[in-house]
């Protein structure tokens, strides 16, 4: 009997290490990578420590286009996650608490979720050739609204769920007890959302953050990201490997700092769902 | 302080559930009114509409001579305890008995002072600095009334506040709201489906059904001269007997004929009686005022003892006589099922009803 849990166990174990092996290691080889020349990279075979800390790639990354690529793409993941979190928060409370208007009712709700069901790339064209027509391609407007428009969707459906778990007496009490709506919005719902709001955040963010098509397509000459960017790390026939791992590096860092600060409430978010 | 005087209130939810009809109520300032009446009779509705949470369908609600009724609950100034008590999650203890006063800027120290004093009245004192939201049940309720007791409002609503916590809770919170209501001497509308909790706490009581007040009195006076059937029914433990009988007329003096039995009422000043010869009436009487003898007596009928049950210090004996069912509540004493005694109707204790309106009939 004994034996066998043990054996479970083994296997369970073994099975994890594989697992974290597969991850984590393609993520090791770009930090190794980012730290060789660029003729070490296609070297065979190749070395699998840093020997030497070149900082070759990180440098031409920070002097051109890369630094401009990753600060737009900051502006434009923290403006349109701000709008989609704010515009998301008070739609969910209409749809949690007001669910029998035209707007708000079952269909509307069901209508508004239908935008995330599609790939992103069967709204692209036409989205392309308003901006288009609005003269707006390429700036940092058309790219911000855009992305809001793909995670509004996401954040009102997030923030219903918590917007339902809390009952409605609360909000009641706290007007008997003397505060307005906004008071009450302000000094009650929100800080009960609050891990919601988290989870909101870090999610619509890592939806920007990872996104290509959108910022390809509407983006690339005068308003970069960094999605768009790493392709152009191509000279002719070359691909300058240790220079896209660089940016790769630093391109994770933001990811694994919200990751970090609000795991706890992606959990939660993962395990309701 | 307020009298609160709601005027013809009506509230029909989703054009079709009728919870309030044409509620005209006066709570006089400083006194305790106690709202009774089965579930679902609309005593939470009105609660809610008297605290701004639900706008009247129809009608007015007046704080002393000003109209409230457009008025938002933060304007009001009313305490409420919810039926489901509501507890700020997250907040500590203290936080939820401030929050209303932080509410109204009142100065820290002040807070912290008047927060202190009402937690001693509630003997939560100890737990201050603890979440709210991970105490008992019955914990829980004290902080709820405590929050509501630490300000004084125009006017308290509680709301069935006794019913989430446990029986010894229950009669010790009892016994402080009753003090502390005196103390206070505030306006207070108390909320109950339990009839010996407004007998014993409410200086008047409104009996409800169906959203109708059916009567609004003192405890004596719904206890003594129910309006009406309901009203002697659900006062009272156990509620009143209703017999239906006919009227009729033997040598001169009127016979309540209830098939099963005969009540005789001769002296009394029966002229009214007369009016119903030949109609159908509802006789009412108290099980405490029905007499029971083990030995015939003149004047006494003889049922079947069919049930006893012990309540407190007394017996409460079901009665059988063909198809009539009678309660009687009478001192504890040896009685055994099956066993014959015999009952008389005291004349002055006798309640009648009109057999079609239910209604009382005035002597
Ligand atoms: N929001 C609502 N929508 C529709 N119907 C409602 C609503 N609130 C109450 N009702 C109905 O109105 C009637 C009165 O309800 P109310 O809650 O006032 O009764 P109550 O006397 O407080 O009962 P209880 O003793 O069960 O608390 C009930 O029939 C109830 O179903
Ligand atoms: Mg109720």
């Not at chain 1, 302000?186 to 909101?200: C, F, K, N």
């Not at chain 2, 807070?111 to 709210?132: H, P």
């Not at chain 2, 809770?169 to 001497?185: I, N, P």
Request: hydrophobic share 45%; charged share 20%; net charge positive.
């Amino acid at each position: 009997m004994r034996r066998k849990i043990n054996w479970g166990k083994g296997v369970g174990i073994g099975g994890l290490i594989l697992y974290g092996i597969f991850i984590l290691f393609p993520i090791y080889w770009t930090f190794n990578t980012s730290f060789k020349e660029i003729g070490d990279v296609y070297k065979v075979p190749p070395s699998f420590v840093p020997t030497r800390f070149i900082l070759d790639a990180y440098r031409f990354i920070f002097q051109g286009t890369g630094r401009i690529a990753l600060l737009n793409s900051l502006v434009v993941a923290a403006i349109s996650t701000a709008i989609a979190v704010v515009l998301g928060t008070m739609a969910s409370y209409a749809y949690s608490r007001y669910p029998f208007t035209p707007l708000t009712n079952e269909g509307a709700q069901f209508n508004l979720l239908t935008v995330r069901m599609f790939p992103p790339i069967a709204f692209l064209l036409p989205i392309f050739w308003m901006w288009k027509r609005f003269g707006l391609l390429d700036t940092y407007f058309a790219l911000i609204i855009t992305y809001t428009a793909f995670n509004l969707p996401l954040a009102v459906w997030l923030l219903k769920g918590f917007m339902d778990a809390l009952p409605r007496s609360i909000e009641e009490a706290s007007y008997v007890d003397g505060y307005s709506f906004w008071q009450t919005i302000r000094r009650i719902v929100l800080p009960l959302i609050g891990s919601g709001l988290a989870a909101t955040v870090a999610l619509c963010w890592i939806f920007i953050w990872n996104e290509f098509i959108i910022a390809y397509l509407l983006g690339g000459r005068n308003v970069i990201l960094y999605t768009a960017y790493l392709p152009s790390l191509r000279r002719g026939m070359r691909i300058m490997w240790n220079q896209i791992a660089a940016l790769s590096v630093l391109a994770i860092i933001p990811s694994i700092i919200i990751l970090v600060l609000f795991r706890k409430y992606l959990v939660k978010i993962y395990l309701r769902s | 302080m307020a009298k609160v005087y709601l005027e013809n209130l009506t509230k029909i939810f989703e054009g079709r559930v009728l919870a309030v009809d044409r509620l005209t109520l006066e709570i006089p300032d400083k006194g305790l009114v106690s709202l009774l009446g089965p579930s679902g009779c609309g005593k939470t509705t009105t609660m809610r509409m008297i605290a701004g949470l639900e706008v009247p369908t129809r009608g007015k609600i007046y704080f002393d001579d000003q109209e409230v009724t457009d008025l938002p609950p933060e304007e009001r100034n009313v305490a409420m305890v919810f039926q489901f008590p509501v507890i700020y999650p997250g907040m500590t203890v203290f936080e939820n008995i401030a929050f209303p006063l932080v509410a109204r800027k009142v100065p820290k120290k002040e807070v912290k002072k008047r927060v202190e004093e009402v937690a001693n009245v509630f003997g939560i004192a100890d737990v201050l600095s603890k979440k709210a939201h991970i105490l008992d049940a019955g914990t829980r309720q004290k902080v709820v009334l405590a929050r509501t007791f630490v300000r004084r409002p125009h006017v308290y609503l509680l709301d069935e506040p006794l019913t989430s916590v446990d029986p010894s809770t229950r009669v010790e919170l009892r016994t402080v709201l009753k003090k502390l209501q005196s103390h206070l001497g505030q306006t207070m509308v108390y909320v109950t489906h339990d009839q010996s909790e407004a007998l014993t706490l409410a200086d008047r009581i409104a009996v409800m059904n169906e959203g109708k007040l059916l009567q609004y009195g003192s405890p004596e006076e719904v206890y003594n001269n129910p309006k009406n059937t309901f009203v002697g029914y659900f006062i009272g433990n156990p509620g009143m007997n209703f017999i239906g009988c006919s009227v009729e007329e033997e040598k001169g003096s009127c016979v309540l004929n209830a098939e099963d039995f005969r009540v005789f009422v001769p002296d009394l000043p029966n002229s009214f009686l007369r009016d119903f010869v030949g109609k159908k009436i509802i006789l009412g009487i108290r099980p405490e005022n029905l007499e029971i003898h083990a030995k015939a007596v003149s004047g006494a009928i003889s049922f079947l003892v069919i049930l006893v049950e012990p309540v407190g210090n007394r017996l409460v004996v079901h009665l059988k006589k063909g198809e009539k069912v009678l309660k009687a509540k009478i001192p504890r004493q040896e009685m055994s099922l099956q066993q014959e005694v015999w009952v008389r109707f005291p004349l002055e204790f006798l309640k009648f009803f009109d057999g079609e309106t239910l209604e009382t009939i005035e002597v």
